[in-house]
T-cell receptor, first 108, second 113 residues
Framework: GENVEQHPSTLSVQEGDSAVIKCTYS??????FPWYKQELGKRPQLIID?????GEKKDQRIAVTLNKTAKHFSLHITETQPEDSAVYFC???????FGKGTRLHILP | DGGITQSPKYLFRKEGQNVTLSCEQN?????MYWYRQDPGQGLRLIYY???????QKGDIAEGYSVSREKKESFPLTVTSAQKNPTAFYLC????????????FGPGTRLTVL
């Protein structure tokens, strides 16, 4: 069946440094790749997404890169800030399977 | 996210009782989803529906049931057959399953006493 693997499960970075989270999927037939952020006690919300006709998308400090050949996409956060501390989820291309999440800690 | 609501926010249930969680959206979305989230864990799919009067089981459907009689409503019933129902339940919707952002409701925290 379809599967999605997200790594790492926990990530701690110094404030101001960069963070990268990777998601690997098995279904090759899709064209939509989202990342969601869930702050403590709140609902997940989309922070960035990419469609398969591009390899990279950037929105200020956040970027997503896609490698369809290798079946993985990655979330990049630069110049991390305390408010970036949260759990981040990728969704498998069919959007009904989520990665297990990455808990990002921004250290002062 | 303001267009999708869940009620109640907190729910307490005695063992052996069925309970129904409400999910309503006014976004005119075709697809709706129910997820379960346990502490420190990801989102696990219970059921989803791509169109009215049709729904499919997710990975952990046992002990749960749903209905989709109206486009805007997708209630989830947690039955007594669900052995460990205490969890945070999230409802979501999107325009089309595969290609659009999911919008999540605020969630219902269910506790079995």
């Amino acid at each position: 069946g379809e599967n999605v693997e997200q790594h790492p499960s926990t990530l701690s970075v110094q404030e101001g440094d960069s963070a990268v989270i990777k998601c690997t999927y098995s279904d090759s037939a899709s064209n939509y790749f989202p990342w969601y952020k869930q702050e403590l006690g709140k609902r997940p919300q989309l922070i960035i997404d990419i469609r398969s006709n591009v390899g990279e998308k950037k929105d200020q400090r956040i970027a997503v890169t896609l490698n369809k050949t290798a079946k993985h996409f990655s979330l990049h956060i630069t110049e991390t800030q305390p408010e970036d501390s949260a759990v981040y989820f990728c969704a498998a291309p069919n959007q009904i399977i989520f990665g297990k999440g990455t808990r990002l800690h921004i250290l002062p | 996210d303001g267009g999708i609501t869940q009620s109640p926010k907190y729910l307490f249930r005695k063992e052996g009782q069925n309970v129904t969680l409400s999910c309503e959206q006014n976004l005119n979305h075709d697809a709706m989803y129910w997820y379960r989230q346990d502490p420190g864990q990801g989102l696990r799919l219970i059921y989803y529906s791509q169109i009215v009067n049709d729904f499919q089981k997710g990975d952990i459907a046992e002990g749960y049931s749903v209905s989709r009689e109206k486009k805007e409503s997708f209630p989830l019933t947690v039955t007594s057959a669900q052995k460990n129902p205490t969890a945070f339940y999230l409802c979501a919707s999107n325009l089309r399953q595969q290609t659009d952002t999911q919008y999540f409701g605020p969630g219902t925290r269910l506790t079995v006493l």
